[in-house]
């Protein structure tokens, strides 16, 4: 079994809390793997002020524009 992930450590990228957008530096991240599911990726990291910040594969974004867009989204 191959398992990709999108991100890497030390990647910087985007997740949201409350609708504000927050840039977030990957630290770690865990793999979860159950018979006949996709895997789950949860990766840990940490905001510019030092909050630790987690968030699975799919609520993570390369950059501010893609999740301003998702935020857009989710609020309507």
């Given at each position: ?10 990647d ?13 530096k ?19 990291g ?29 609020q309507?």
């Amino acid at each position: 079994m191959t398992i990709e992930t999108k991100y890497n450590i030390g990647d910087e990228v985007w997740g949201e809390t409350l609708g504000v957008p927050k840039m977030i530096k990957i630290h770690c991240f865990t793999i979860e793997v159950k018979k006949d599911k996709a895997p789950s990726i949860l990766y840990v990291g940490m905001d510019k002020r030092g909050n630790l910040y987690r968030a699975y594969e799919q609520m993570l974004y390369p950059d501010i524009v893609e999740c301003l867009d998702a935020i857009k989204h989710i609020q309507r």
